[in-house]
C-alpha cells in the first residue's frame, strides 16, 4: 500500500494504478452516443416519474373539488395509477443507473486483473 497517497484538496484516497486507469478510459473516447441503453432507460425513468407525479397530483386536486362520489372515486384511481406510473419510472431509473455503475466497477476489475496477471508474470520470469 506504498503506492497510495492522500490529495489533501479532495480528501480522497488515490493511487497510480487509479490514475492510469482514468487516463486509459478517457483514451478510449467512447461515448455513449444515441444507443446507451443506461442513458436512454435513465431518461424514460425520470420522465415517467415526472409524469405520474403530475397525474396523481392532477387527480388528488380534482378529487378534492368534486361533491359526487363516482368523481371522486375516479379521480382516486387516476392518483393512484399516477403513483403506480411514477413508481416504475423509479424502478427503471434505479436499475440503469445501477448497471451503468455496476459496468464501470467490472471495466476496472479487468483492467486490475490484467496487471496483477503482468506482475506475476514478470516476477515468474525473474526467478
Known amino acids: 500500500m506504498s503506492d497510495l497517497k492522500t490529495d489533501a484538496s479532495a480528501g480522497e484516497l488515490s493511487s497510480p494504478r487509479l490514475a492510469q486507469f482514468q487516463e486509459e478510459v478517457g483514451k478510449l473516447k467512447v461515448s ?6 443506461e442513458r436512454l432507460g435513465a431518461q424514460w425513468g425520470i420522465g ?14 380534482s378529487a378534492r373539488q368534486d361533491t359526487q362520489f363516482e368523481f371522486i372515486q375516479r379521480d382516486s384511481i387516476a392518483a393512484m395509477i399516477g403513483v403506480g406510473i ?3 419510472g ?5 436499475r440503469n443507473s445501477i448497471t451503468r455503475y455496476l459496468r464501470y466497477w467490472i471495466i476496472r476489475l479487468v483492467y486490475e486483473q490484467r496487471e496483477q496477471t503482468e506482475l506475476l508474470i514478470k516476477a515468474l520470469k525473474e526467478k
Open 90 to 94: 423509479i424502478a427503471i431509473w434505479v
Open 32 to 37: 455513449g452516443g444515441g444507443a446507451n441503453p
Open 48 to 61: 415517467l416519474t415526472i409524469l405520474g407525479f403530475v397525474i396523481a397530483a392532477i387527480s388528488y386536486i
Open 86 to 88: 411514477a413508481i416504475i
